[in-house]
């Protein structure tokens, strides 16, 4: 089977080892990820703000890059949850439409991929520290990721896991949210950042980049040394040397 890594904008520029911790992981269990260089952004950005034509621009080179996958894994809920609106965008051109909900039904996160197509929850990792986790928004509420990451987590030796209050309440990012409504999306991400700070963890998890990475800089700013990981990363340092 042909599986492509679709790394999104965030990963790709700014946190690439994410991108490799997945493909170091998957290779431990035969997958050997694929990267169509044709990708780009998904259109996100311009679909939320309401420039519809432009994210169908963007969707097409998507919908081109990944036509031969017969999966997309990504490390972003957000990402990932955009292409399950790739349909409204085409809901009037019959042939991308159709092309638009085969890309919908084969791409997946990365832990749905894991645990849902591989059957994989144990990977043998050892993280000897108190974690907490934040459930992103789109990963949950469009995606339906809720079981995936805990099992993972729960298989992982000497990990203390605390949970995390409120957890399902948005960190204030939001894309261009936090752009048009800085104010609003700065008191929220202190909160969640405040909420982190009470489980005493010394570690933040998730599975969406722009979640922890306004988390993680609203806990730099306030000088805190809550270290911020996406959960591949934390997985693929657990299992090093195994």
């Not at 703000?49 to 990944?66: I, P």
């Not at 092309?99 to 894991?114: D, G, H, I, N, V």
């Not at 700065?186 to 950042?193: H, S």
Request: overall charge negative; charged content about 20%; glycine content about 8%.
């Amino acid at each position: 089977m042909k599986v492509s890594l679709f790394i999104t904008c965030l990963s790709d520029a700014l946190f690439p080892p994410v991108g490799e911790a997945m493909a170091r992981l998957l290779a431990r269990y035969g997958v050997a990820l694929e990267f169509p260089r044709l990708q780009t952004c998904c259109g996100q950005p311009a679909f939320n703000s309401g420039y519809w034509k432009e994210a169908r621009e963007t969707a097409r080179t998507l919908l081109d890059a990944f036509e031969d996958s017969d999966y997309v894994i990504s490390p972003s809920g957000s990402c990932t949850g955009m292409i399950h609106h790739y349909p409204k965008l085409f809901e009037h051109d019959p042939v991308m439409l159709e092309r638009a909900k085969a890309l919908q039904a084969k791409s997946y996160e990365f832990t749905q991929f894991l645990v849902g197509v591989l059957g994989v929850t144990d990977l043998g990792a050892t993280f000897p520290h108190k974690v907490t986790y934040h459930p992103s928004c789109h990963g949950t509420r469009i995606l339906g990721i809720k079981d995936e990451p805990m099992q993972l987590m729960a298989q992982v030796k000497g990990m203390e896991f605390v949970d995390l209050p409120f957890a399902e309440d948005c960190c204030g990012f939001g894309g261009t949210f936090a752009v048009k409504m800085a104010d609003i999306s700065g008191a929220m991400v202190t909160e969640k950042a405040d909420h982190v700070l009470e489980t005493e963890a010394e570690v933040l998890v998730g599975l969406d980049l722009a979640c922890l990475m306004n988390i993680a800089g609203n806990l730099r700013f306030r000088g805190e040394p809550v270290r911020v990981m996406h959960l591949a990363e934390l997985l693929y340092e657990g299992v090093k040397g195994a």
